[in-house]
């Protein structure tokens, strides 16, 4: 049995998409295609957060990984759909 979680089980947060590019200042639709160049990229084995320590690097950014991505970041999970999964 396959469940699928993108879009079913779990969702993209709301507002995620401005926090994230809020931390690129002036430069924040650029800092958001680095963000999604560095995710790309580990599709073809690199490695996440070496590729955003760079962007961070590269935007200047001093805060630490963790706090500019949190793990609840990105995604926020269905829980109806994650209880007809239980049953």
Same mark, same amino acid.
């Given at each position: ?12 947060? &709301?507002?995620?998409? @401005?926090? #994230?590019?809020?931390?690129?200042? %002036?430069?924040?639709? =650029?800092?958001? /295609? ?15 957060? &070496?590729?955003?320590? @760079?962007? #961070?690097?590269?935007?200047?950014? %001093?805060?630490?990984? =963790?706090?500019? /991505? ?18």
């Amino acid at each position: 049995m396959l469940f699928d979680a993108d879009g079913v089980i779990q969702g993209t947060r &709301a507002g995620w998409m @401005e926090e #994230l590019t809020a931390w690129g200042g %002036s430069r924040g639709e =650029e800092f958001l /295609l680095a963000v999604s160049a560095a995710d790309v990229s580990c599709l073809a084995g690199a490695d996440f957060g &070496a590729a955003m320590r @760079e962007v #961070l690097r590269q935007f200047e950014i %001093s805060a630490p990984l =963790e706090d500019v /991505l949190d793990r609840r970041f990105w995604i926020e999970v269905r829980q109806p759909m994650l209880a007809a999964v239980r049953a």
